[in-house]
């Protein structure tokens, strides 16, 4: 199947989508803490989480944004590349040894950039959900997107 990347003109408000899965293994939160240099315990070391508050290993809260993130780029609607603008982001609940994660995204706001008139903005509020239906964290990023060539 090809997936047709979206210029900013595409997008309208209310378009939805689902991601695919992502499994989160012991694995890939030990890469997470070598790549970005936190090894704080409650993440790499067993005794500790065990111990603490949580009660097993959890995910950095900046893994879920970093995962929900990579999984927009991999679901059926996606743009051409664009700019990122922020993200407002909000950490629910600890994300565990073995959750499966995807994210629920939504088309929320579009408008023309008036900074740069060959592009345009959209706002994607989003939700990273794991397997039991809850809502880890949630969101939404705004991202500058190219609009169609002779479209403005």
Known sequence: MTIVEKYWDDASEGDECIS????????????????TGDHTPVHVDVAYANASHFGSIVAHGLFGLSIADGLKTQSDYRFLPGI?????????????????????????????????????????????????????????????????????
């Open 20 to 35: 695919p899965n992502y499994t989160v293994t012991r694995e890939r939160i030990l890469s997470y803490a070598d790549l």
């Open 84 to 152: 990122s603008l922020g993200w407002t982001w909000d950490f629910l609940l600890p994300i565990r040894l073995n959750d499966v994660l995807h994210v629920k995204f939504r088309v929320g706001a579009v408008r023309p950039s008036k900074s740069r008139p060959g592009w345009g903005i959209v706002v994607l509020p989003s939700e990273l959900v794991n397997q039991d239906g809850q809502v880890v964290q949630r969101g939404e990023h705004r991202l500058m997107v190219p609009r169609r060539p002779g479209a403005f």
